[in-house]
Every structure is written in structure tokens, then in C-alpha cells.
């Protein structure tokens, strides 16, 4: 069974810090990789994929990959209160199962003023 | 607006009904999913289709149905046999690559 797993929070950070959130997967053969964030009773939205080793940068996000380590991150800089959400990591299949995501559990972050 | 849609947004469901959830996608997607999500669950694959008239069992495919006979629509029937049907049921679609999965907006059933 291929896994995903996050570190399970909740995390709790004031506004302005720097949210820090986990991930590690199983399969080795998986090229890409996705944060998603999902308000409390709302679908997931995308808010980054990466697929090589080391950082990629979107606004206050930043991804990181580490393949031998298969470790995934997300970082949430100058967080707001409206980053508070659950973030779900998802792995992409390799081999048979290259399309299919497999997502972690999620971790649920709150941004208090 | 290319999207998908996802109804109804509530469904309330009695013991030993078959209840029938629609997702239709107009983003020309091949991929479409079908996830369960409970609390502290994460989300949990059902079925999934990555091209018309064909269809794959996920992890939890037990008490589900699905069809797929038009590249747009891809609807997931939860049939008596599901004995724990309460969930907040989600439906993706994908092009593939590294644009991840389109989420709809989710149905949310109730057994009563």
C-alpha cells in the first residue's frame, strides 16, 4: 500500500510566523508531488506542485523535495489568519499507478492573531 | 467557466436506499475520481475512470457503484450494502501530468 503521511498537528502559529508543514511517502517511484488546502467544510484547492529536488516558490508558499529522504514540505511565510485550514499532501503514483494521488491525512493549521 | 459540479450538496439517505451522487466536468478532463472523506480520515479513494466505458476499484470500493459512459459525467451510487454511507463524498478530475486534480464542491450525505 502506497502511504503518505503528515505530521498530524494541529499546528498552531501566530501571524507573521513561518508554518512549517510535513510529509513523507512510500513510493519510491513517485515524480510529483501536491499541496492542497482545504477550508472546513470545502473541497481541497490546489496550491502547489513540485516535481524536482529542492525548493520551488510561489508567493509566501514554499515547497521542498528531497527524493532520497522521500520527504516533502510546505512552508507558509508571514502566515495569516486566513491560511488557517487543513493542508493535505498528495503523491503521485508511479509505475501502474502513474495519474492516480494518494493523499495524506492532512494537517490542520490555525494562524491566530 | 470550465469547472466541475458536483449535486446535490446535501442527501439524506434511509436505511436500504440506493442514492445516486452526480459530478459532470466541463474541463475536457480524460481522469475522474471519487473520494470519501471522514474525519481524521484524509480522503479515501472509491473508484476511478481514466477513459470513457472504463473504470478501476479503488481502496474502498465495498457498497459503491459507478458509471462512465460520457467522458463529462461520472456518477457514484452508494447502494444498501454500503453500511456506513456518512461522509462528505468528493469528485476530481484530472489532465494529468503536474496539474493535480480539479475538486468539486463536494456532496454530503446523511443516513437517516
Known amino acids: 500500500q502506497k502511504e503518505v503521511e503528515q505530521n498530524s498537528g494541529p499546528l498552531s502559529v501566530p501571524e507573521g510566523a513561518i508554518a512549517s508543514l510535513n510529509c513523507t511517502y512510500s513510493?519510491?517511484?513517485?515524480?510529483?508531488f501536491f499541496w492542497y488546502r482545504q477550508y472546513s467544510g470545502k473541497s481541497p484547492e490546489l496550491i502547489m506542485f513540485?516535481?524536482?529536488?529542492g525548493d520551488k516558490e510561489d508567493g509566501r508558499f514554499t515547497a521542498q523535495l528531497n527524493k532520497a529522504s522521500q520527504y516533502v514540505s510546505l512552508l507558509i511565510r508571514d502566515s495569516q489568519p486566513s491560511d488557517s485550514a487543513t493542508y493535505l499532501c498528495?503523491?503521485?503514483?508511479?509505475?501502474?499507478?502513474?495519474?492516480?494521488?494518494?493523499f495524506g491525512r492532512g494537517t490542520q493549521l490555525t494562524v491566530w492573531p | 467557466d470550465g469547472g466541475i459540479t458536483q449535486s446535490p450538496k446535501y442527501l439524506f439517505r434511509k436505511e436500504g436506499q440506493n442514492v445516486t451522487l452526480s459530478c459532470e466536468q466541463n474541463?475536457?478532463?480524460?481522469?475522474m475520481y471519487w473520494y470519501r472523506q471522514d474525519p481524521g480520515q484524509g480522503l479515501r479513494l472509491i473508484y476511478y475512470?481514466?477513459?470513457?466505458?472504463?473504470?478501476q476499484k479503488g481502496d474502498i470500493a465495498e457498497g459503491y457503484s459507478v458509471s462512465r459512459e460520457k467522458k463529462e459525467s461520472f456518477p457514484l451510487t452508494v447502494t444498501s450494502a454500503q453500511k456506513n454511507p456518512t461522509a462528505f463524498y468528493l469528485c476530481?478530475?484530472?489532465?494529468?501530468?503536474?496539474?493535480?486534480?480539479?475538486f468539486g464542491s463536494g456532496t454530503r450525505l446523511t443516513v437517516v
Open positions: 476530481a478530475s484530472s489532465r494529468g501530468g503536474d496539474y493535480g486534480y480539479t
Open positions: 513510493d519510491r517511484g513517485s515524480q510529483s
Open positions: 513540485i516535481y524536482s529536488n
Open positions: 498528495a503523491a503521485e503514483g508511479g509505475g501502474s499507478t502513474l495519474g492516480r494521488l494518494y
Open positions: 474541463l475536457n478532463h480524460d481522469a
Open positions: 475512470s481514466q477513459i470513457v466505458n472504463d473504470f
